[in-house]
């Protein structure tokens, strides 16, 4: 028997924390796993030979498919258990088309500023900021095949669109939004998204694109447009990849030119007035 959605007590911060603590588990536990088969030579017997099968477009494609799958499990599966709308919880509503375009475009100079930040965070403490990361991964893209170039790009651009939008502006956000304050529960949401990256410089980028994300959900009441930003962020990050292998190192260790890094500021700016204005404003509470 269904239970009365007035019977029901809201998402509370602490179930947000659980779920959280759970994806973290997960990620060590993926990722402990991984490194024992690397070790055991189950992967192969050289390192050359390791690292293509930890490494390879088709291995970080599963990876990232199976991480995906299990963010959009933990922010689901909670609410289909306790019998709740899961549409409504993680507000699946169909927003307006133009503001959908407006703040998926957005992420486009949203990533010449994040950039920017990184590269001044290297400069301050350039033995926490890392960028091997980065390069490690546009590795990935540089030189794949063009089968395995689709399909390491289709699993990027859309697996953590999903999973982690589902997860965090979708179930952590209705979470630390209960008797919060929308601003304080972004954050919080943000923050916990950098965390989850477990790795200095893709943490700090990944907390400043989830404040702009938190924004956009609590702004339209709907978890789209932060699906379709984060996915097109990806898809630019794998187009850049490939066609300028060597451009996020270049971009970590010299900046972007003052003047991209101003027009890039206006357009996010301009963006983030538009979904203001033209948006409401959803609320995060039910």
């Not at 990876?63 to 609410?79: D, E, F, K, M, R």
């Amino acid at each position: 028997m269904d239970i009365p959605a007035a019977s029901r007590r809201p998402i509370r911060w602490w179930n947000g924390v659980v779920v959280f603590a759970a994806a973290v588990a997960f990620q060590i536990g993926f990722g402990t796993v991984l490194w024992i088969l690397g070790g055991s030579g189950a992967l192969g017997k050289t390192e050359t030979e390791v690292r293509a099968a930890l490494y390879g477009p088709g291995s970080m494609a599963f990876q990232v498919v199976v991480t995906a799958g299990v963010l959009s499990l933990l922010a689901i599966a909670p609410l289909r258990l306790s019998r709740r709308d899961a549409g409504a919880e993680l507000r699946l509503r169909r927003p307006r088309f133009a503001t959908l375009v407006v703040a998926a475009i957005a992420v486009i100079p949203l990533g010449f500023v994040v950039d920017e930040v990184t590269y001044l965070l290297g400069l301050a403490a350039p033995a926490v900021f890392d960028p091997s990361g980065l390069e490690r991964m546009a590795e990935v893209f540089s030189g794949a095949s063009i089968p395995g170039l689709v399909a390491v790009t289709a699993a990027v651009t859309i697996g953590p669109a999903l999973g982690e939008e589902l997860l965090f502006r979708g179930y952590l956000l209705r979470a630390f939004s209960h008797r919060s304050p929308a601003w304080l529960a972004v954050g919080v949401t943000a923050v916990l998204f950098g965390a989850i990256h477990m790795n200095a410089l893709q943490g700090a980028g990944a907390f400043l694109i989830g404040l702009y994300l938190g924004f956009l959900v609590v702004r339209t009441g709907s978890l789209w447009p932060a699906v379709v930003a984060h996915g097109l962020n990806n898809l630019t990050c794998a187009v850049f990849a490939r066609v300028d292998p060597q451009g996020a190192g270049t971009a970590f260790a010299s900046g972007h030119h003052p003047a991209v890094v101003i027009v890039s500021l206006v357009g996010v700016a301009a963006a983030i007035a538009y979904v203001a204005t033209v948006e409401r404003g959803g609320s995060p509470r039910r």
